[in-house]
T-cell receptor, first 113, second 113 residues
Framework: GEDVEQSLFLSVREGDSSVINCTYT??????LYWYKQEPGAGLQLLTY?????DMKQDQRLTVLLNKKDKHLSLRIADTQTGDSAIYFC?????????????FGTGTLLAVQP | DTEVTQTPKHLVMGMTNKKSLKCEQH?????MYWYKQKAKKPPELMFV???????INESVPSRFSPECPNSSLLNLHLHALQPEDSALYLC????????????FGNGTRLTVT
């Protein structure tokens, strides 16, 4: 199947860390992605990780990949109110020369001041 | 700011109208995509173009007709739509190597009356 699962909602206080989890299905995905979507906007690429890596850090963002369990997480350090948005993980399905992404169900992150 | 530009931002059309959505990118990407996103749902792939040729059609009804006139432009022609076609239509582009991340526009919010 193509189900990529995420928890629907996460609420944190400003300054705390947020951890958003994702369970994917296609073990052959070369890359896994995190996108952010603010209200009324398109999807903004946050970061992505190559499948042979366990961890990738990019400023306040840390991605952890457990390939055995097909589990991906995004940690946001020092979460700010501007981080409030929906976060989608995405896995790729083999589309040949194109990158066919399958998106997770999305996690709404609410940051309380 | 996004490097993928979509017009119009909002569109209201009747079921007998014909309209077109437009997407433009100048990143030299040779793969372009149309996704449809209903409220509170993840984006769903509709069409993929690779080197200006249609490579993936996800069983989309014929009332949606894509066109890729050149490597920078992608259109979606709409005719005889239904109210359930109301959604956010997202355009994306990527390198045509099967592994590159997708860059999304801000979308066109379509309402069919």
């Amino acid at each position: 199947g193509e189900d990529v699962e995420q928890s629907l909602f996460l609420s944190v206080r400003e300054g705390d860390s947020s951890v958003i989890n994702c369970t994917y299905t296609d073990s052959s995905s070369t890359y896994l992605y995190w996108y952010k979507q603010e209200p009324g906007a398109g999807l903004q690429l946050l970061t992505y990780i190559f499948s042979n890596m366990d961890m990738k850090q990019d400023q306040r963002l840390t991605v952890l990949l457990n390939k055995k369990d097909k589990h991906l997480s995004l940690r946001i350090a020092d979460t700010q109110t501007g981080d409030s948005a929906i976060y989608f993980c995405a896995e790729e399905w083999d589309g040949g020369a194109t990158n066919k992404l399958i998106f997770g169900t999305g996690t709404l992150l609410a940051v309380q001041p | 700011d996004t490097e993928v530009t979509q017009t119009p931002k909002h569109l209201v059309m009747g079921m007998t109208n014909k309209k077109s959505l437009k997407c433009e990118q100048h990143m030299g990407h040779r793969a372009m995509y149309w996704y449809k996103q209903k409220a509170k749902k993840p984006p769903e792939l509709m069409f993929v173009y690779s080197y200006e040729k249609l490579s993936i059609n996800e069983s989309v009804p014929s009332r949606f007709s894509p066109e890729c006139p050149n490597s920078s432009l992608l259109n979606l022609h709409l005719h005889a739509l239904q109210p359930e076609d109301s959604a956010l239509y997202l355009c994306a582009s990527s390198q045509a190597d099967g592994n590159s991340p997708l860059h999304f526009g801000n979308g066109t919010r379509l309402t069919v009356t």
